[in-house]
């Protein structure tokens, strides 16, 4: 079993559509959780980050960690075609010697129809 | 955008060879990785370094090593590239300087095809 889940996809949406993405983990050390939107052939870029339970909101955008369920969320309001790219759930633990270890889901990926 | 460039953006190559992959940075950042991202198993660790000469392993080490001569330059080889080796190559650096923040910005890519 993964040390983190989420679902491939594809997610598609009408443009205006509240998405809701999720990732599940199993490793309760976790500590930081982060999102990255990940267009084709680009590289992922950060867009949120936190560090603890709770919400975490930026634009159009809400993070959400329940460290009681192991369970993270990122919520996209008014979602435009802009926004349609796979969308990666991070997470990280301290490991050995004090470095902090990112484990990455596989991505969720999203198209928002016009 | 954090300055982070990788080369080559492309390339084939034949089982067996070497192959050198560099990505730089121009902010002086202390924590550069590199990663390889596959279809079904995502983003996962080959190497990473705290520092000049400062180097270790991450999750998918096996085949591959890692220099780092100058803070700007962190450099991949792939040993004898075999054709499990064909991914998509991303280098990224630590930006946040908070202790509570552990995001990374990545760099395009490499594509790497291993013939």
């Known amino acids: 079993q993964k040390e983190v889940e989420q679902d491939p996809g594809p997610l598609s949406v009408p443009e205006g559509a509240i998405v809701s993405l999720n990732c599940t983990y199993s490793?309760?050390?976790?500590?930081?959780f982060m999102w990255y939107r990940q267009y084709s052939r680009k590289g992922p870029e950060l867009l949120m980050y936190?560090?603890?339970?709770g919400n975490k909101e930026d634009g159009r955008f809400t993070a959400q960690v329940d460290k009681s369920s192991k369970y993270i969320s990122l919520f996209i309001r008014d979602s435009q075609p802009s926004d349609s790219a796979t969308y990666l759930c991070?997470?990280?633990?301290?490991?050995?010697?004090?470095?902090?270890?990112?484990?990455f889901g596989t991505g969720t990926k999203l198209q928002v129809i016009p | 955008d954090a300055g982070i460039t990788q080369s080559p953006r492309h390339k084939v190559t034949e089982t067996g060879t070497p192959v050198t992959l560099r990505c730089h940075q121009t902010?002086?950042?202390?924590?550069m990785y590199w990663y390889r991202q596959d279809p079904g198993h995502g983003l996962r660790l080959i190497h990473y370094s705290y520092g000049v000469k400062d180097t270790d392993k991450g999750e998918v080490s096996d085949g591959y090593s890692v220099s780092r001569s100058k803070t700007e330059d962190f450099l991949l080889t792939l040993e004898s590239a075999t054709s499990s080796q064909t991914s998509v190559y991303f280098c990224?650096?630590?930006?946040?300087?908070?202790?509570?923040?552990?995001?990374?910005?990545f760099g395009s890519g490499t594509r790497l095809t291993v013939v």
């Open positions: 490793n309760s050390a976790f500590q930081y």
């Open positions: 902010e002086n950042h202390r924590y």
């Open positions: 991070a997470m990280s633990a301290e490991g050995p010697g004090g470095y902090q270890k990112v484990t």
């Open positions: 990224a650096i630590r930006v946040g300087q908070a202790a509570t923040n552990y995001g990374y910005t």
């Open positions: 936190t560090y603890s339970s």
